[in-house]
Nanobody, 123 residues
Framework: QVQLVESGGDLVQAGGSLRLSCVAS????????MGWLRQAPGKEREFVAG???????AYADSVKGRFTISRDNAKNTLYLQMNSLKSEDTGVYYC?????????????????WGQGTQVTVSS
C-alpha cells in the first residue's frame, strides 16, 4: 500500500505558474505508475498527466506544452510543473498511483489517491 500527500495548490493569476508536489510513503515508490488528475466544480475527474515507473510520460491534450510531470524516486516525490495557467485549469488536483500496466488516462484505473490540493486560476 502507498500513502500520497499533495501540496502546492494556490490562487494564481492567468498566465502564472505553480508546481505541485506529491510525497509518497509505504511500498516502493519507484515501482508505481503515477498520475495527476483534476476535478473542476460540477465536472467529472479527468486525467492531466502520467509518468510510468520507467519514466515514460503522457499528457492530456489540454495541457500539452504547458505542464510537465516528473518524479524523484530518491525523494519519493512526484511533481507537476504548471505554466501558462488558464482559468479552465482551476480544480482540485489529485495525485494517484497504480502498480501494473503502465500509465492510464482513466481515473478508475488508479488504486491509491491523495486528498487533493486546490488550484484556482483567476482571469
Amino acid at each position: 500500500q502507498v500513502q500520497l500527500v499533495e501540496s502546492g495548490g494556490d490562487l494564481v493569476q492567468a498566465g502564472g505558474s505553480l508546481r505541485l508536489s506529491c510525497v509518497a510513503s509505504g511500498r516502493t515508490f519507484s515501482s508505481y505508475n503515477m498520475g495527476w488528475l483534476r476535478q473542476a466544480p460540477g465536472k467529472e475527474r479527468e486525467f492531466v498527466a502520467g509518468i510510468g515507473w520507467s519514466g515514460s510520460t503522457a499528457y492530456a491534450d489540454s495541457v500539452k506544452g504547458r505542464f510537465t510531470i516528473s518524479r524523484d524516486n530518491a525523494k519519493n516525490t512526484l511533481y507537476l510543473q504548471m505554466n501558462s495557467l488558464k482559468s479552465e485549469d482551476t480544480g482540485v488536483y489529485y495525485c494517484a498511483a497504480r502498480l501494473f500496466r503502465g500509465i492510464s488516462t482513466v481515473p478508475k484505473d488508479y488504486t491509491y489517491w491523495g486528498q487533493g490540493t486546490q488550484v484556482t486560476v483567476s482571469s
